[in-house]
């Protein structure tokens, strides 16, 4: 073949990837494939699965569409020889290209493995991101922990986005995180949602997920997610309509039976590509100025994208291979079964479980301070809960999700990430949302047989982890709270937080 043979992942379908920049589509092969290792190293949820094969699929009938050759490998093809590294050499063996072009891919594990192949491939940086993994070292260099804020000023600066035309923020000051935490009142609700109604190709992916990965947990049923960029951009266009204006009020709020509220609900389009996070940044930047949304909306949005979203996998890509065994914290506590079913009488926990799995989604401040609140606290293994939240979540991929349940959320990379742990007692639920009220749980209550288990819990996180935790100046408070507290108050705290864990080991229901 006097072409060169181009493989396109599932995370990868851009028609602006830079491996496709100079495809030729009269001598050029793309090759996609979908491979039983990357469907079942954790157990996805089938919407995931449906979502990613069925995107794939679209994507090459995009490239058919504008006269390209697709080698498309479907999971039950015959041949395949289910990894992406296999696939890769029986393609070059049959096809005999004259070169391989692939851009960096967003886990570590398998960039490992296609480097490994024997296959000669050109890579190409993934021009999707603003800062490159190059350029991320360069600013972490020498730095013992990093911290978000100082990189988003670079790249707000970088970008231009949100700023004066002498260099300082719109609005004078660069984050505006402190106008973003309106607990919900009552009755909050959300705009409606566009609909994304299964097309043929989406059915018979559906049909191939239901087959295939019975056991995964998560509702198959009721898949209602973009899965081409039209579409993508379609609900994208809500948001700017609908969703924006309040994105900053209620970023951290929680509703039970709203599970979007006013969040954009587009993280896994935008990480497989079928969205552009710059210009989306753009527009958001454009609506602010035209007077459409304020700037506390405006600038937390485009924070989460240039910022967090950025930073994260800059992380990733300077800390691996290594970072995904930090357990800093020296947990060893399995993860409750409840995860995967939702079946615990902690209201907020069944509302969040399950939501998620109904639709693959939770928002952020729901994956921090509920699921993932109640996992730092009870010290579960690091691991296990970045596996959890890689099998449940629509949007997750190995870059992304790693560093913000690692390191944002257990803490477990020793406050590299992050400057402290986001741990919180029931009353932060209790304030930011609705769930209390519905709980069997006293959330005003630590000590007693029905108290909120989450305040005993805090409390006997703070002691365990005092010797490391108790100099950590944003820690200061709670253990100013720590010591003020009478001898019997810190024991009955402590006793009824062993209690808990101990019921939580016997696999009792909390
Ligand atoms: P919105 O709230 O509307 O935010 C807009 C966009 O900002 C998101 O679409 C996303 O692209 C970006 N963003 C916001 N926060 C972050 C963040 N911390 N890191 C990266 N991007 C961010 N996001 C993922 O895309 N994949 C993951 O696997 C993932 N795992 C997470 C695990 C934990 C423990 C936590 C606390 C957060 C995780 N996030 C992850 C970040 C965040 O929860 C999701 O991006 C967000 O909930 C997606 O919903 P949305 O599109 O409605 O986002
Ligand atoms: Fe969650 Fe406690 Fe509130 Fe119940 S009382 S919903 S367990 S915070």
């Not at 707000?156 to 609005?171: C, F, H, I, V, Y």
């Not at 691991?383 to 803490?411: I, K, R, S």
Request: charged share 25%.
């Amino acid at each position: 073949m006097r072409g060169a043979l181009r493989l396109v992942l599932g995370d990868q379908l851009s028609l602006q990837l830079a491996s496709l920049a100079d495809l030729d589509a009269r001598h050029d092969v793309v090759l996609m494939a979908e491979v039983a290792e990357e469907a079942s190293h954790v157990p996805h949820h089938p919407q995931k699965l449906v979502f990613i094969f069925s995107a794939m699929r679209h994507f090459a009938e995009a490239l058919r569409a504008r006269g390209v050759r697709v080698e498309y490998v479907a999971l039950d093809d015959p041949d395949n020889r289910g990894s992406l590294a296999a696939e890769l050499r029986r393609w070059v063996e049959r096809l005999q290209p004259a070169s391989v072009q692939l851009t960096e891919t967003g886990d570590w594990r398998v960039e490992q493995a296609l480097r490994e192949s024997g296959v000669a491939i050109t890579w190409h940086a993934d021009t999707r991101f603003i800062c490159s993994r190059q350029a991320f070292a360069r600013w972490a260099a020498g730095k013992r922990t990093l911290r978000m804020e100082f990189f988003y000023r670079e790249m707000r600066k970088r970008t231009g986005l949100l700023l004066r035309a002498d260099g300082t923020p719109e609005g004078g000051v660069w984050n505006l995180d402190a106008d973003n935490r309106k607990p919900p009142g009552r009755a909050l609700a959300g705009p409606l949602q566009p609909r994304f109604a299964a097309d043929a190709i989406t059915r018979e992916v559906q049909a191939l997920v239901a087959r295939r990965f019975a056991a995964h947990y998560g509702r198959l049923e009721g898949f209602d997610y973009p899965v081409t960029a039209e579409e993508a951009e379609r609900l994208w266009a809500h948001f700017l309509d609908f969703g924006l204006a309040a994105f900053g009020d209620y970023q951290d709020a929680m509703v039970a039976g709203e599970p979007y509220l006013f969040h954009a609900r587009i993280s896994a389009a935008l990480n497989v590509g079928l969205l552009d996070p710059r210009r989306l940044c753009v527009e958001v930047e454009a609506a602010w100025r035209d007077g459409r949304v304020p700037l506390n909306a405006a600038e937390g949005f485009i924070r989460q994208v240039i910022g967090w979203r950025e930073y994260v996998r800059g992380i990733y890509w300077l800390q691996m291979p290594g970072y995904a065994t930090r357990n800093a914290l020296g947990n060893r506590r399995a993860l409750p079964a409840f995860y995967w079913t939702g079946q615990t009488r902690m209201n907020c926990l069944r509302q969040v479980i399950g939501q998620t799995l109904e639709h693959a989604y939770a928002h952020h401040i729901q994956r921090l301070m509920v699921t993932g609140n109640f996992a730092l606290l009870a010290g579960i293994v690091p691991q296990q809960v970045c596996d959890w939240y890689l099998a449940v979540y629509m949007d997750a991929f190995d870059w992304v999700e790693l560093p913000n349940t690692l390191g944002m959320l257990m803490h477990a990379d020793g406050g590299y990430l992050g400057s402290k742990p986001y741990c919180a007692s029931g009353q932060y639920i209790r304030r930011m949302s609705n769930y209390c009220e519905g709980c069997v749980y006293k959330v005003n209550e630590s000590t007693t047989e029905d108290a909120c288990p989450l305040n005993a819990l805090y409390w006997h996180f703070l002691l365990r982890h005092r010797e490391s935790l108790h100099k950590n100046p944003r820690m200061r408070m709670s253990y100013l709270s720590l010591e003020r507290m009478s001898e019997s108050k810190v024991e009955a705290l402590w006793l009824r937080g062993e209690q808990l864990l101990a019921w939580l080991d016997a696999g009792e229901q909390l």
